[in-house]
Structures are given as structure tokens and as C-alpha cells.
């Protein structure tokens, strides 16, 4: 989760994620939370990709086995990534 006080973060990542697992429960795959693009320490392997936006909101990454394609949506909102994390993990 995204370094507390990151001058580059677009967001609070840490209360975020805190209000999105609280919601949501365990997610079947890795998490990945960055406050920006540079997305410092990224993993490799299956995970999803929750990065902030400049203007706001996330951008959410499936990334799924490497011969099988990425799904990606943009929420405007916070408080939709539990609902939309449930829809796109197994």
C-alpha cells in the first residue's frame, strides 16, 4: 500500500484500501494499491492494479495469467472499488 505522506499520491491509498477491505473482504487475488502512476515496488505475477488518478478515483487492473488478457475499469469514486472489485476477481 502506497508510502504514507508520498508527495506524488493522489490519494490517501492507506484509508482507501482500509474502507475497501472493511466492505469487500478478502480478495481471491493479490492487491496492489498506488498513489500514482509510478506504482514504486509494482509485483509481478496475478494481482489487481489499484492505482489513483490525478483527477480523481482509480484505475482498476486484473492482471491475470500472462498469455490471458488484462481488465481494466476507472472509478470516479472510492467508494465503488468494493463492488467492482467483487465483480472482477474470480
Excluded: N
Amino acid at each position: 500500500i502506497g508510502r504514507p505522506g508520498c508527495a506524488k499520491a493522489h490519494a490517501d491509498v492507506r484509508a482507501d484500501a482500509a474502507g475497501t477491505l472493511s466492505a469487500a473482504g478478502r480478495s481471491p487475488l493479490p492487491l496492489y494499491w498506488s498513489g500514482c502512476e509510478r506504482r514504486c515496488g509494482h509485483p509481478r505475477g496475478e494481482r489487481v492494479d489499484l492505482v489513483a488518478l490525478p483527477e480523481g478515483g482509480y484505475r482498476l487492473t486484473v492482471a491475470g495469467p500472462p498469455d490471458g488478457p488484462a481488465r481494466t475499469t476507472v472509478l470516479t469514486d472510492p467508494s465503488q472499488l468494493a463492488a467492482a472489485l467483487a465483480a472482477m476477481t474470480p
